[in-house]
């Protein structure tokens, strides 16, 4: 099936850092300021809104490989935005440069890989695994 995807596709993704988005409470650290978990979710968010309306119904995107630096510490109350472009579509595999800026700079960086899927599909395996 082809997608008629195209290089260049992008979004953002914004949100303010609460207690629940931070280290500490992740247990991925013991600092109250952005969690790197929580700014890799931020990034596959964009990078799928970056694509998903121009998917058909019944399809979407799942991360795959994520690859970033966490460049600066963003603390609690600072809003931050992630910004995905689609740099690269081979069949259903899509590559996504990302990036991350708080209300003061780049606070991360990197590449993010999704790869396009039929929901049903997708379902359908999940369930005979969980048998």
């Keep these: 099936m082809d997608f008629n995807l195209s290089p ?3 979004a953002e993704l914004t949100r303010e850092v609460t207690p629940e988005y931070t280290a500490a409470h992740l247990g991925s650290g013991g600092v109250e300021v ?3 978990p929580m700014m890799i979710a ?8 970056a694509v998903q309306p121009s998917l058909p119904e019944g399809w979407t995107t799942v ?3 994520v690859n970033i630096r966490h460049l600066a510490p963003t603390p609690v109350g600072m809003t931050v935005t992630a910004r995905a472009k689609l740099n690269e579509v081979d069949g259903r595999r899509l590559v996504f440069a990302v990036e991350v800026y708080d209300e003061v700079k780049k606070v991360g960086e990197g590449m993010h890989e999704r790869f396009i899927i039929n929901t049903e599909r997708f379902h359908s ?4 695994k969980e048998k």
């Design 63 to 65: 991360g795959t490989v």
């Design 125 to 128: 395996k999940l369930e005979a």
């Design 42 to 49: 931020l990034m596959e968010g964009a990078a799928r809104n």
């Design 8 to 10: 260049g596709l992008s």
């Design 34 to 36: 952005l969690a790197t």
